[in-house]
């Protein structure tokens, strides 16, 4: 992991073949961007290669391993240009998952996309585009967090940042 041309870079290793849970706190810095505007971008073209994580447009979130894609829509009480909390989760017995902040229900599961990475090269934090999406905190595990876990994660981020509560 670290800078190249501008962009943090991370090795993909650490997602391929497993469960994980990916935890993003961030907001769009202006709703009137062109879009995909990702967290997480992988950047391989090839299907089940590819890690990418964040906005679709802005009101959609996806959770893609290239080709094997799972979109949600933002909830109305919350709003791309605020500071939310957005659980990727991804199981191979549960599938896809998105959650936004503490909701119990997520935006969208699809426990038809339960096709694990088989391999992931890399990618780098941030947009593929640069655009300006404001990150504060990302956070990565190799398991698919329960329910009680992934809850009690997001009270500490939003502890942490002092987020209001929807």
């Known amino acids: ?6 962009f943090f870079q991370y090795g993909g290793d650490k997602f391929q073949g497993t469960d994980y849970t990916i935890f993003v706190v961030a907001k769009l810095e202006d709703l009137l961007i062109p879009y995909p505007a990702y967290f997480l971008y992988g950047t391989s073209p090839t299907p089940l290669k590819n ?5 679709w447009d802005d009101h959609t979130l ?7 894609d799972c979109r949600g829509l933002l909830p109305a009480q919350y709003s791309a240009d605020q500071y939310n909390v957005y659980t990727f989760r991804f199981s191979q017995e549960d599938g896809m998952s998105i959650y ?3 909701e119990r229900e997520p935006i969208n599961c699809d426990a038809s996309k339960t ?3 088989l ?3 890399g990618g780098r934090v941030g947009s593929s585009g640069g655009d ?3 990150i504060a905190e990302i956070l990565a595990y190799g398991v698919a967090a329960s329910e009680a876990q992934r809850l009690s994660i997001i009270r500490g981020i939003k502890e942490r ?3 209001p509560a929807p």
């Open 119 to 121: 391999e992931h090269p």
């Open 51 to 55: 890690l990418s994580v964040g906005f």
């Open 115 to 117: 096709s694990a990475l």
């Open 62 to 68: 996806i959770l893609s391993h290239r080709g094997h």
């Open 161 to 163: 940042y002092s987020l």
């Open 1 to 6: 992991a670290g800078m190249v041309d501008g």
């Open 132 to 134: 300006p999406i404001l």
């Open 100 to 102: 936004v902040d503490l």
